[in-house]
């Protein structure tokens, strides 16, 4: 009996030890608030999908190629012709600067540095837009990077502003010309 109380205590330390990895991981840090947007557009035909980025961490953070200041904040997303500078590519700020979207449907998520990490590789390795791989394409496929339930690419706006809304997404949840002071950006404008 003693030998089978000893086997089952050991048995439970073992257990315990390799669920130690396990709950580091689950008690990193949260370093940044993730956005999934969408803006109905009132200058030109097609709505849009881009990603907000909140830094919630006591230093500076990196998102895609772009230094977010500790309280900062930074949207990205893909543009077809509409975009300046070049147009197509991915641009940093210049959803903060357009005044013309309206009506925002965002859903959010809080990220780890390792959950972040995950969403700058989708980032920095994405510079373009087209007709199917367009601002949702690149903007849901770096939202479901950092996130555990991916959402499905939908290229279409009016029928992924409704997936998101059925998974929780709010009207106008920030006011995102408030805090951004930063200027625009193109991603191949940035240092690696």
């Known amino acids: 009996m003693k030998k089978i109380i000893a086997l089952l205590l050991v048995g439970l330390m073992l ?3 390799a669920a130690l990895p396990a709950s ?31 830094n919630l961490s006591d230093k500076p953070i990196k998102v895609g190629r772009f ?13 077809g012709s ?13 959803e903060t600067e357009r005044d013309y979207y309206v009506d925002m ?17 989708k980032i920095v390795d994405y510079n373009w837009w087209d007709p199917i791989f367009n601002c949702i394409f690149f903007a849901v496929r770096a939202w479901n990077a950092g996130v555990d339930e991916d959402l499905p ?9 409704r997936i998101i809304k059925n998974h929780g997404a709010q009207y106008e949840p920030f006011d995102l010309y408030k805090n ?13």
């Open 15 to 17: 257990c315990s030890f």
């Open 24 to 54: 580091a991981a689950n008690d990193e840090k949260i370093v940044a608030r993730m956005w999934l947007c969408s803006k109905i557009n009132t200058k030109d035909p097609v709505d849009h999908f881009f990603l907000y980025f909140e």
């Open 67 to 79: 230094t977010v200041p500790v309280g900062g904040t930074v949207s990205v997303g893909s543009f």
């Open 82 to 94: 509409t975009g300046p500078d070049g147009g197509f590519g991915v641009y940093y700020n210049l």
């Open 105 to 121: 449907l965002a859903i959010a998520t809080r990220l780890t540095q390792s959950e972040l990490d995950a969403v700058n590789k």
């Open 153 to 161: 690419i939908i290229i279409f706006p009016s029928l992924m502003r």
């Open 180 to 192: 951004n002071p930063n200027p625009v950006y193109k991603q191949n404008q940035l240092k690696k």
